[in-house]
């Protein structure tokens, strides 16, 4: 388990008729639920992206850079959006969704020339190519315009499509963000709904709808492409991005919060028994708060490494002056085989998506005879009186699961403590 479950995919939708259509179509298909945020009903914006897979912002008539009456949600939706950038939630902006992405991110919003509406083509940048959802779409593609105001890109961001009216049509922004300008969502039915709900604006492109089957015959294709991209990422990241989303906005005071714990730690690592000169990781190392005992036991000679997958977790633990972090997935450590003498983890085996894997990347960069000592300053008990529930007899902590799991994994458990204040497992990697 996650510390919080993934929920699905929330979509803050402005109006009625701008809903996700084609995009919707493609997260069901993922398996993603999707949670609509009604904003024209008075739905609250959520204040935090926790639990979240990933998070779409549709479009609607209000203007990204106007703070009045009739944008009510503009900053919270800005925040919603700057946590989702923090934690590297996938996002995906759509019209105004995609100027107010650009907002969150340091851009800015601002009047376009004039009013684009109907059928037009862009052209795709030469980083399209190499973009995980836009790479293969066409050098140019005809989509729906519907929209008179634009934005200038913060920096950093990866411009992916363009043309000549509006130099912004579709970016990038970190690993995960993305907006487009132009409406790729589109279906006959959002075709027709838009021009209902405009009629003045639809009658300016007289072949808005009799033109809708073929250039949507012709989009479709790469429409969908790009949509099952972000599905597919989406559902493949969905665990360490609602683990990211927990840590990010806790990660500045996680240390203060459990100084207490500081001790505990340092003699948990000690029963790992290093020596001077040996190669040691923290795992899932937060913070870094074991990072300076295990520097301790292995002395100057030795290699300490701290990998998480939080970023924000690595910048705080780098603010303390803490070395050798990695931005890694536990079950996918970039790492050599052999390549370590120990590991420490402290609370984390039992959230991470499959344990049996992480067991086994563990004793894969692990030499024989290395040690491995799961940790955590309660007892298995004392957490789960904290948080309401019973022992699970399926907890991978549990000493029955535990044991067995380790030694599939190339580990023999050879001390198991479940305490009343701690949690102590330490197992040795057997010789192949």
Not at 156 to 185: K, M, N
Not at 199 to 223: K, S, V, Y
Request: proline share 8%; with cysteine; aromatic share 6%.
């Amino acid at each position: 388990m996650s510390w919080i479950e993934p929920t699905g995919v929330l979509v803050v939708q402005h109006l009625p008729h701008e809903g996700p259509y084609a995009l919707g179509t493609a997260l069901a298909a993922a398996g993603l639920p999707v949670h609509v945020c009604r904003t024209w009903a008075g739905d609250p914006v959520p204040e935090s992206p926790a639990g979240l897979a990933a998070l779409v912002v549709m479009g609607g008539p209000m203007a990204a850079y106007d703070d009045s009456p009739a944008f009510p949600t503009r900053a919270a939706e800005l925040a919603l959006l700057r946590a989702a950038l923090d934690a590297e939630v996938p996002v995906l902006g759509v019209c105004l969704g995609a100027q107010l992405l650009a907002v969150a991110a340091g851009g800015t919003a601002r009047p376009g020339a004039s009013r684009q509406i109907g059928w037009g083509e862009v052209r795709t940048a030469p980083a399209a190519a190499g973009d995980p959802l836009f790479a293969e779409v066409p050098e140019r593609l005809r989509v729906l315009h519907w929209h008179d105001d634009t934005m200038d890109l913060p920096a950093g961001a990866t411009l992916l499509a363009s043309c000549d009216r509006y130099p912004v049509q579709a970016f990038r922004i970190g690993r995960s963000a993305w907006g487009t300008q132009f409406h790729l969502e589109v279906d006959k039915e959002a075709v027709d709904a838009f021009a209902t709900a405009f009629p003045g604006e639809a009658a300016t492109a007289p072949d808005l709808q009799d033109a809708a089957p073929a250039e949507l015959a012709a989009l479709a294709p790469h429409r969908d492409t790009v949509f099952e991209r972000f599905a597919t990422l989406a559902a493949s990241r969905a665990t360490a991005t609602t683990t990211r989303a927990f840590f990010t906005p806790r990660a500045a005071a996680w240390e203060e919060r459990f100084a207490v714990d500081g001790p505990r730690y340092t003699a948990a690592v000690s029963r790992m028994r290093l020596r001077p000169g040996q190669r040691a990781l923290d795992v899932g190392c937060g913070s870094g708060r074991a990072l300076p005992a295990l520097r301790a036991e292995v002395g100057a000679e030795g290699v300490v490494l701290g990998a998480d997958l939080t970023p924000a977790m690595l910048t705080a633990a780098a603010g303390r002056g803490r070395t050798g972090l990695l931005l890694a997935d536990a079950c996918r450590l970039p790492l050599p085989a052999r390549s370590l003498d120990g590991i420490f983890s402290a609370g984390l085996v039992d959230h991470v998506p499959d344990p049996a894997t992480a067991l086994r990347e563990w004793a894969r960069v692990t030499a024989p005879d290395g040690v491995l000592l799961l940790f955590h300053p309660s007892g298995r008990a004392e957490r789960a009186a904290r948080h309401g529930r019973a022992l699970d007899p399926d907890d991978p902590l549990a000493e029955e699961n535990l044991s067995p799991a380790l030694h599939t994994a190339g580990w023999d458990l050879d001390c198991y403590e479940d305490a009343a204040h701690h949690f102590l497992a330490r197992a040795v990697r057997r010789t192949d």
